[in-house]
């Protein structure tokens, strides 16, 4: 797999874990039939956060040398981590319900 094409894989995984904790009802959408808290959510979000993370230091590893990062990068990572998960929080907890 080239770069490009492993970057955009990645892009994609990240959308699906980033919003996955907000379009189920189950923790880690296979324990529980129950109803999960935002607590619950943002737990599940953290760990989808450092599971794509390990994804990327995977690709980067085999594409070549690992390259050190500075606190600034997983500030900025963790920032648009956060914003890829945008439209599943919108879908849960902001769009009127019409029962």
Partial sequence: MGSSSSVFV??????????????????????GPGEKSLGARLGELLVAYFVVGGLGLFLEQTSGQIFPQGWE???????????????????????????
């Avoid at 990572?77 to 029962?99: E, S």
């Fill in 73 to 99: 990068f997983y500030a900025v990572t963790a920032t648009l981590f956060l914003t890829l998960a945008f439209p599943g929080f919108v879908f849960r907890y902001l769009l009127k319900r019409h029962d």
């Fill in 10 to 31: 990645l892009l994609l995984i990240a959308v699906a874990l980033a919003n996955a904790p907000f379009l189920t009802r189950r923790v880690f959408g296979l324990f």
